[in-house]
């Protein structure tokens, strides 16, 4: 691919994200301020979220695809109840769950 | 300046087979779209109409997963005049550190071992489950399980547009039964 292509792409990726974050802006700018409204919009991103998080975790499209399921699962499972016996401590949830999932790599 | 990691992943992999720039930058703007929803329901929490629409656009532009997630999960122990303040520091500190970490990693990648590259990238996505997941809100919780479980479905019969349909859905369903999640 050229060069010229692959700019093209990246700045219309750019525009394209950005389109996004404008229409916002606009709409908390200029829509009369509906707690329902914004309510389920809350529960839609969460749901949005969600489904995003359990697609990178579970069907992952990075390396993280050359790992089996049993793999990142147990990692995830690991990473949860480390965070969870530290007293929602994130920083031993992500070290377990990146820890143990490096290990689990590096002996599958 | 794209900011969205599946955006990235789908904008690079349609663009390195030869797609074409308008098919790659259509796929990329629908994985991203999900930034419509965190900007609506997240700006009123720092801002309201009284701000210009530079300075909306601007706290727009700045927002992340890791920055929405982690104020939703703080701004309930911040003061509401002080969570303007809170976002803009931690989004540009995040920032800074993602240009830094893009530009380590990039150099690093190849040096380091395979499995510590790939626990790093786990990371990433890990840190979204724990923060999301840790929210008070019972409303929310549902909505992120809905949309869980209702990804894997989506993703095999409409791979482009799953989020959007599980966000549609799990969060609609997620916001009607709110009042009675909450009571429990």
Not at chain 1, 34 to 42: K, P, R
Not at chain 2, 107 to 112: E, M
Request: hydrophobic content about 60%; some cysteine.
């Amino acid at each position: 691919m050229s060069s010229a292509t692959l700019w093209g792409v990246v700045v219309g990726s750019i525009a394209a994200t950005f389109v996004w974050r404008l229409i916002g802006a606009f709409t908390v700018k200029f829509l009369r301020e509906d707690h329902a409204l914004f309510e389920w919009i809350s529960c839609v991103s969460y749901a949005m979220l969600g489904a995003l998080i359990l697609r990178m975790l579970f069907l992952p499209e990075s390396d993280l695809a050359s790992l089996s399921l049993g793999v990142r699962a147990t990692a995830v499972g690991i990473a949860f109840i480390a965070y969870y016996a530290f007293r929602q401590s994130l920083l031993a949830g992500m070290i377990g769950g990146a820890a143990s999932l490096s290990i689990l790599a590096a002996i599958q | 300046m794209i900011w969205g990691l599946p955006g990235q992943l789908v904008m690079v992999e349609l663009a390195s087979t030869g797609k074409g720039v308008v098919a790659a930058v259509f796929a990329c703007s629908l994985a991203n779209a999900r930034f419509l929803p965190m900007v609506v329901s997240f700006l009123p929490q720092i801002a309201n109409r009284s701000f210009t629409l530079v300075q909306l656009i601007i706290y727009a532009q700045l927002l992340s997963i890791n920055s929405w997630a982690m104020c939703q999960r703080q701004f309930p122990t911040i003061e509401p005049a002080h969570r303007l303040f809170y976002y803009l520091v931690f989004a540009t500190s995040i920032l800074l550190a993602a240009a830094a970490g893009t530009l380590i990693g990039y150099h690093a990648a190849v040096a380091l071992p395979n499995a510590l590259v790939l626990g790093l990238i786990f990371s990433s996505p890990l840190f979204f489950a724990l923060v999301l997941s840790s929210t008070a809100r019972n409303a929310h919780r549902l909505a992120l399980l809905l949309g869980c479980l209702m990804v894997p479905g989506l993703h095999a019969i409409f791979p482009s547009i799953d989020l959007l349909i599980a966000g549609a859905i799990g969060g609609s369903v997620a916001y009607c039964l709110r009042k009675r999640v909450e009571r429990e």
